[in-house]
């Protein structure tokens, strides 16, 4: 099935730890990304292939997985994560690809 | 430092045929597990994943949208092209294309992540 839920909202306290998660059943085959997007701008990876960082992204940013649930976690959140976030993965064929339908962290 | 912008119409009538280009730099689509993709975003919505292609010219579509696709590379010019058939109104979005790369290809090519982005552009379906 590429069936797959992501929470539609999270707000957490400034300098909080927050997670936001993404479940599907193709995620005990496959690693989550996940991408940023701020109004008006294009996404942006943070995290890729479970947990790896682009170069300029914060260490606060980290990915985990565990069964069919993977995690973004921000250590320490910080006003400028408020954005939407995206995970995406391959479906069960491993050539499509699937996107979450977005989670909106507000950082109060 | 890899750049994508897309380019096409703003606006486009139902029932007409959308055709975006996607111009980037930075890198060759000659070159071995390298694709690029095209993602769209209606307002106030999600993204969803519309196509990709890769150097190998392997090709995969939505399965939601794939009989109204079609997705073209054009090496010399640095471009990647998509058409979309039979608009409509709901396919009003924004359309993104991005650079990735392909994990590996056995036949099949499996994909990896998106990045970068381009700016993205608006396309409106209105009579």
């Known amino acids: 099935s590429s069936e797959m839920t992501q929470d539609p909202a999270v707000s957490e306290a400034l300098g909080q730890t927050v997670r936001i998660t993404c479940q599907g059943d193709?995620?005990?085959?496959?690693?989550a990304n996940w991408d940023q997007q701020k109004p008006g701008q294009a996404p942006v990876v943070v995290i890729y292939d479970k947990n790896n960082r682009p170069s300029g992204i914060p260490d606060r940013f980290s990915g985990s997985s565990s069964g069919n649930t993977a995690s973004l976690t921000f250590t320490g959140a910080q006003a400028e994560d408020d954005a939407d976030y995206y995970c995406n993965f391959r479906d069960s064929s491993g050539n499509h690809v699937i996107f979450g339908g977005g989670t909106k962290l507000t950082v109060l | 430092q890899i750049t994508l912008k897309e380019s096409g119409p703003t606006l486009v009538k139902p029932s007409q045929t959308l055709t975006l280009t996607c111009t980037f730099s930075g890198f060759s689509l000659n070159n071995s597990g390298v694709g690029v993709g095209w993602i769209r975003q209606p307002p106030g919505k999600a993204l969803e994943w519309l196509a990709l292609i890769y150097w190998n010219d392997n090709k995969r579509y939505s399965p939601f949208l794939r009989s109204r696709l079609t997705i073209t590379k054009d090496t010399s010019k640095n471009q990647v092209v998509l058409t979309m058939t039979n608009m409509d109104p709901v396919d009003t979005a924004t359309y993104y294309c991005a650079h990735t790369t392909a994990a590996y290809c056995d036949g099949d090519c499996f994909w990896n992540w998106f990045d970068p982005w381009g700016q993205g552009t608006l396309v409106t379906v209105s009579s």
């Open positions: 193709c995620l005990r085959r496959y690693y």
